[in-house]
Nanobody
Framework: QVQLAESGGGLVQAGGSLRLSCGAS????????MGWFRQAPGKQRELVAG???????NYADSVKGRFTVSRDNAKKMVYLEMNSLKPEDTAVYYC???????????WGQGTQVTVSA
């Protein structure tokens, strides 16, 4: 199983930017999918962006055009560049890895992103 560790969260004003990073350690064999989910207070965890080993990417409609996910397989890293942040982007962001977005096998501990109005 792969272990994941996120970094890069924090507090930013609306319209600002943040970059999240996630490093993987351990067995990487089953990590065809890597991506980011988020969970806001009182809401279900939702997929934000994901990328497969072959480079197929999908985004939640709410972040299209503002967020960019990327992956470095050699370094076992996945990134989330977040621009034009909105207060509704406030959530705990989790790095995830697995066979697909709906077959996640490993989760990071989460990193808080807070966007002030």
């Amino acid at each position: 199983q792969v272990q994941l560790a996120e970094s890069g969260g924090g507090l930013v004003q609306a319209g600002g930017s943040l970059r999240l990073s996630c490093g993987a350690s351990g067995s990487f064999v089953g990590s065809n999918f890597m991506g980011w989910f988020r969970q806001a207070p009182g809401k279900q965890r939702e997929l934000v962006a994901g990328i497969t080993r072959g480079g197929n990417i999908n985004y939640a409609d709410s972040v299209k055009g503002r967020f960019t996910v990327s992956r470095d397989n050699a370094k076992k890293m996945v990134y989330l560049e977040m621009n034009s942040l909105k207060p509704e982007d406030t959530a705990v962001y989790y790095c995830a890895a697995g066979l697909s977005y709906d077959r996640v096998g490993s989760w990071g501990q989460g990193t808080q992103v807070t966007v002030s109005a």
